[in-house]
């Protein structure tokens, strides 16, 4: 956490001039062994510390809940042990080291923790390694740090990590600090290239009626469909953690992208949905859209999780997967949701208390009708959203921060400038949609206003279904927007 700037001026006044304290040395690096017991019931861990730099005093976990299920902590040449610090559940390192032991209890964990954090599904434990990664307080980005498993015969991991020449893992500071999921046990692992980046998949061992022939199928083509808008699939490497759940409706019921150290994406289905219900459907396609976009913070869900959404029908159409007026029904069903959802505060507002409110379709649709306001704005101007999103792909979806949105359209208006946009800056193309609609920052909680947008670009409802104007002033626009870039 930052201290104010008042507070660190205060401090520095009472330094003397002259005074200048050495900083502190850390280690270059440290090495994590995973070993894991064949019953999955326990997790061994050594961690060497590389030279220079001498030994942190602690060693930390990201998850709070990490100190009820570690074991025997202590220094591995001697055995003695490490002392918890009961103030703050840390692990006191003293003059221990280079290398430390400890282990952990995945039953018991699996037992108290929430199932999102940690799980045991079929002969497979899935969660957070924040759980069971220790390490020093001090997190440098510069850090080489790296983890090899040792594994017993039929069990294998699945993490989203970059993989050395020797067959280790390297970690980066986000593998620690961002959401990141690890599979360890038995399941059924697949490695394929599609739209040109390497996918690994981990399949949990439940009843499910799709073949391994069809969840290479329906990801393929979720990678194809998302590298319409990008020319290319935008990581090079995907972990995608595939989970069958008992029950019919949709193929798919639930997905989450994580980015803690690597790319990946956990996807919840259906267990009798089969192989022809998969190619097409949507989650797949939002969740790998989410990877071509920074890290924005989650008080602005209405910028990361709405452009997504618009994106989602678009590429769909682009991919041929869908026509475009089955698109433009599919947004118009989904803005009308978002209009009559939420709580009565600003779109702002209500990104940021979003899970608290469950004002999911009013954020996730709100931000979806600001990017069909931008995208047509922008194309009027002799640009597109398109153009905007390749430009934050390339730039910034893979820094390690966490950005906010008004840092995005910041970007965005230097690249405008950059390029020598012949229509003004981007925040002058369109920050007078966002004032003439309210945008997100709208105090009155109001829907943005698309009924314009509507008739310019040929979007009519007859008898309660949209039909499409082709004499309608920028019906060109229209089209553009479901044509690949």
């Not at 003293?94 to 002969?123: K, N, S, T």
């Not at 020797?166 to 038995?186: E, H, I, N, P």
């Not at 267990?271 to 990877?291: K, M, Q, R, S, T």
């Not at 730039?395 to 390690?400: F, G, K, M």
């Amino acid at each position: 956490m930052l201290r104010s700037a008042p507070l660190w001026l205060a401090l520095l006044a009472t330094i003397p001039a002259c005074a200048h304290a050495p900083p502190r040395a850390q280690p270059a690096g440290w090495q994590y062994t995973v070993s894991v017991t064949p019953d999955l019931a326990r997790l061994d861990v050594e961690v060497c510390f590389r030279s220079p730099g001498r030994m942190p005093e602690r060693l930390v976990a990201d998850d709070a809940a990490a100190v009820r299920f570690v074991m025997s902590p202590r220094d591995a040449a001697t055995g003695r042990p490490l002392t918890v610090d009961s103030d703050s559940g840390d692990l006191l390192v003293g003059g221990a080291g280079p290398c430390l032991a400890y282990a952990v209890d995945i039953a018991q964990m699996i037992d108290e923790v929430d199932a999102d954090a940690m799980a045991r599904v079929g002969d497979a434990i899935a969660g957070s390694p924040h759980l069971w990664l220790w390490r020093p307080e001090d997190l440098p980005e510069s850090a080489d740090v790296t983890l090899r498993f040792a594994l017993p015969d039929g069990v294998a991991a699945s993490v989203p990590w970059p993989q050395t020449a020797d067959g280790s893992y390297k970690l980066s500071r986000t593998a620690f600090q961002w959401a990141t999921q690890a599979v360890l046990g038995r399941f059924t692992a697949d490695r394929f290239s599609a739209a040109g980046t390497d996918f690994q998949v981990a399949i949990m061992d439940r009843p499910r009626a799709i073949t391994d022939a069809g969840v290479r199928r329906w990801l393929t083509t979720a990678a194809d469909t998302v590298a319409s808008l990008y020319g290319r699939f935008p990581t090079p490497t995907m972990q995608v953690v595939v989970v069958p759940y008992p029950g019919g409706g949709d193929p798919v019921y639930f997905g989450m992208a994580l980015r803690g150290g690597g790319p990946a994406v956990l996807l919840l289905i259906s267990g009798a949905a089969e192989d022809h219900e998969f190619p097409g459907e949507w989650v797949a396609i939002h969740e790998f859209l989410h990877h071509g976009m920074p890290f924005v913070q989650h008080d602005d869900a209405w910028m990361s999780e709405g452009f997504v959404t618009y994106y989602t029908e678009v590429v769909k159409v682009r991919a041929g997967l869908r026509t475009q007026l089955g698109a433009w029904t599919a947004l118009l069903a989904g803005f009308a949701r978002g209009g009559e959802s939420g709580s009565g505060l600003s779109l702002a507002e209500e990104s940021a208390r979003m899970h608290d409110n469950h004002a999911y379709q009013r954020v996730y649709w709100g931000g979806a009708a600001i990017a069909l306001l931008l995208d047509v704005a922008l194309r009027e101007a002799g640009s597109s959203l398109d153009a905007a999103m390749l430009h934050l792909d390339a730039c910034c979806s893979d820094t390690l921060r966490i950005w906010r949105a008004d840092a995005i359209l910041d970007e965005w208006d230097e690249w405008r400038r950059k390029s020598g946009g012949t229509s003004g800056t981007f925040h002058s193309i369109v920050d007078p949609v966002l004032q003439r609609t309210g945008g997100p920052w709208r105090a009155d909680g109001a829907f943005p206003e698309l009924s314009e947008v509507y008739r310019k670009v040929g979007v009519n409802m007859v008898d309660g279904k949209p039909t499409l104007d082709e004499s309608a002033s920028i019906a060109h626009v229209r089209r553009a927007i479901f044509t690949a870039p």
